[in-house]
């Protein structure tokens, strides 16, 4: 988890975020002001997380922009921790806030061996 926690430091100050941890999970919320899910693409593979976020910016017919201060184009890849899963993942947009649950593992790939004694 430390490399995703490096990751979202690593992100424009523009950018917040708050990154949560259960027994079972992590939540990873993210601040996506005036992105929706048309505007939003998440996917999770190859151990990564690939986020894209567009705001959408519609001013009324009598207005037109002068100048643009508030743009958001999102495009970011984190690494998913080692121990979460993108099996069963869920994510939420809603008023702007990107809420992203990772599933942690919960079966340790593990191999186990019987010894049996040699000397019989």
């Not at 184009?73 to 099996?87: Q, Y």
Request: charged share 35%.
């Amino acid at each position: 988890m430390s490399a995703l926690r490096d990751a979202l430091r690593d992100l424009s100050e523009d950018v917040f975020f708050d990154l949560l941890e259960s027994e079972d999970a992590y939540l990873l919320v993210l601040d996506v002001p005036g992105v929706s899910t048309d505007s939003l693409d998440l996917s999770i593979e190859e151990g990564h997380i690939s986020i894209e976020a567009r705001r959408e910016k519609d001013p009324d017919d009598d207005y037109h922009y002068l100048e643009e201060n508030r743009s958001l184009f999102l495009d970011v890849e984190l690494p998913l921790p080692t121990d979460a899963t993108d099996s069963g993942s869920e994510a939420t947009v809603e008023r702007g806030v990107l809420e992203l649950r990772l599933p942690k593992r919960t079966e340790v790939d593990e191999t186990t061996i019987d010894v049996v004694d040699g000397d019989v």
